[in-house]
């Protein structure tokens, strides 16, 4: 069976990918550095799919320890590229540790790649390329639009190093996703999102508000150009997202790609607001979570939502899940982090 190497498989969107892919029948082996993850992750996974998946804690960055992750597991044929830096306001502070992390990891993939005859590489990249997006549903075409930070361009220039290396190689194929603002946790609640100190997403900071851990929710402008005022975004449950990375990668093996460097949006094609989805939140869930207008957020986008339409046509998938669900899930995944402490 085929092998797929999954980096920051024990992440947020890798480690539910980790198990869409085992029960999709692929083996695994999941390289991380836990820099922003916990080994107890496996444990989750062990839980829900019956088998420990294969882990080596390696640094992507790290040419040695990558080579002989390649050399231990000879029957890899297709990467799926998650580990990375993605705290917007600390990659303005940091920006060469960004560029470090998440341009040199994917350099030494793409070496280690060709030595090894490794052709196919997923790549998880981000509608942050689109910045604000003239024409809404943004699709695949729209142009990329000046990166408004430091870890939002080094998703824009991995996206151009993976188009460079392909137009030098006929032999590699890459598929690029970008995602909208994927939520949620597995129905189990055994594995989630795991945010490091204060959350900077929206949907941990509000699990975590009805939790109690934090006092209030900040809602981050209440000016903007929509109907409650709210930024909009389109939130995709992160199972859905998984399972377009097992699509991708059968896509990719059955050598179905029609062009070398294929990109696909993945969201759901729906654009919720800040408010409807605290509202959401609470009436599904009956937990009250306080919360405050405050100011806009610096570079925050006012609105965005995918057309999703190439990847329902072309790769044949459509996210499924309802918010109301996703949230739900959200809340349960929160709730057993508590009863764990
Ligand atoms: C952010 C990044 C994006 C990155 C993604 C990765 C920016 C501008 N964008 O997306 O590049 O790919 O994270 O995780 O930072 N909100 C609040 N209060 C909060 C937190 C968020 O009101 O405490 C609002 C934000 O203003 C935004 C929405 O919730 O309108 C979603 O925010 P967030 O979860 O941070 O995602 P993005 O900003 O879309």
Redesign the pocket.
Known sequence: MARVLVTGGTGYIGSHTVVELISAGYDVVIVDNLSNSDAEVLNGIEQIIGKRPPFEKVDCNDYAGMEQVFNKYDDICAVIHFAAS????ESVEKPLMYYRNNIGSLITLLELMKEHGVVNIVFSS???VYGQPDILPVDENAPIKPA??P??NT?QINEEIIRDTAHSDASLHATLLR?F??IGAHPSALIGELPNGV?????P?VTQTAAGIRKE?????DDYDTPDG????DYINVIDLAKAHVVAVRRMLEKKSLEQVEVFNLGTGRGLS?LE?LRTFIKVTGVNVPYQIVG??E???EK?WANPDKANNVLGWKAQETVEDTLLSAWRWQQRLMNKV
Do not use: E, H, M, W
């Open positions: 993605k705290a917007v306001g981000s509608c942050t408004l930070s870890y939002g998703k995602y603002n994927p959350p900077q997403n929206l949907l900071f929710l900040k809602v981050f402008g709210s930024c909009i975004r800040v989805i806009r957020r570079g925050d986008i965005v």
